[in-house]
């Protein structure tokens, strides 16, 4: 249980263009739904927090408009990298939280989407 | 600020041996600390959590040792194979404008060697 999936797993574009990831929670519902960038051989930083049916929160210096945060269903939230640029090339992970009458504390990871710009 | 300090940054393992990673914060509160795995090229997955009203919880070869007072948590990895060779991360979370956000430590990269 808790699987969480992440399309495409690899995508290269170029300068310029947008790229849409999918983060889909397979056999739980996910109220809240989390964005992460990681790069090589550091830690995950966390770019926006997901909520089902409401906007997006991002963190600070993450820029809302070009990384757009649509959570349209409890089990489907997509980032869509817009006017993607070189220095956007980066390792992008989502997490779930399922959906729960109580405070459910753990996020489960999909399995990242690698996003190289040329 | 680094709200989660995280040591080593590496560490080389004999097999069969023991491999402690260490954590510290600073935010009293934070109260949810879960530790996970990530292997080259994948997404972290939950190994284990522990919440600060428990000193110590063990799963399988997996503990985790939690010190209220000190602000310290670690994993120890007992009888270390080399297909437990990953970067670990440990991680705090608090709640946050209605979310549970997670702050993570920078990663250990734990080396087992035959």
């Known amino acids: 249980g808790a699987v969480v999936s992440q399309h495409p797993s690899r995508v290269i574009c170029k300068s310029g263009t947008s790229v849409k990831i999918e983060c889909r929670s397979l056999?739980?519902?996910?109220?809240?739904m989390f964005w992460y960038r990681q790069f090589p051989k550091q830690s995950l930083m966390l770019m926006a927090t997901?909520?089902?049916?409401?906007?997006?929160?991002?963190e600070q210096g993450v820029e809302k408009d070009k990384f757009l945060i649509n959570h349209a269903s409890l089990t489907l939230s997509t980032l869509t990298v817009t006017s993607a640029h070189p220095e956007d090339s980066s390792f992008y992970i989502c997490?779930?939280?399922?959906?729960?009458?109580?405070?459910?504390?753990?996020?489960?990871f999909g399995p990242g989407t690698r996003l190289t710009v040329t | 600020q680094q709200q989660v300090k995280q040591s080593p940054q590496s560490l080389i393992v004999q097999k069969g041996g023991i491999s402690i990673i260490n954590c510290a914060y600073e935010?009293?509160?934070?109260?949810?600390f879960p530790w996970y795995q990530q292997f080259p090229g994948k997404g972290p997955a939950l190994l284990i959590a522990i919440r600060p009203d428990v000193s110590e919880k063990k799963e399988g070869r997996f503990t985790i040792s939690f010190n209220k007072s000190a602000k310290q948590f670690s994993l120890h990895i007992m009888d270390s194979q080399p297909g437990d060779s990953a970067t670990y991360f440990c991680?705090?979370?608090?709640?946050?404008?209605?979310?549970?956000?997670?702050?993570f430590g920078k990663g250990t990269k734990l080396s087992v060697i035959p």
């Open positions: 056999d739980f519902q996910a109220t809240t």
């Open positions: 997490s779930a939280r399922e959906t729960s009458g109580k405070p459910v504390r753990e996020q489960y």
């Open positions: 991680a705090a979370s608090k709640e946050r404008a209605g979310s549970y956000q997670l702050t």
């Open positions: 997901s909520n089902e049916g409401s906007k997006a929160t991002y």
């Open positions: 935010n009293t509160a934070f109260d949810y």
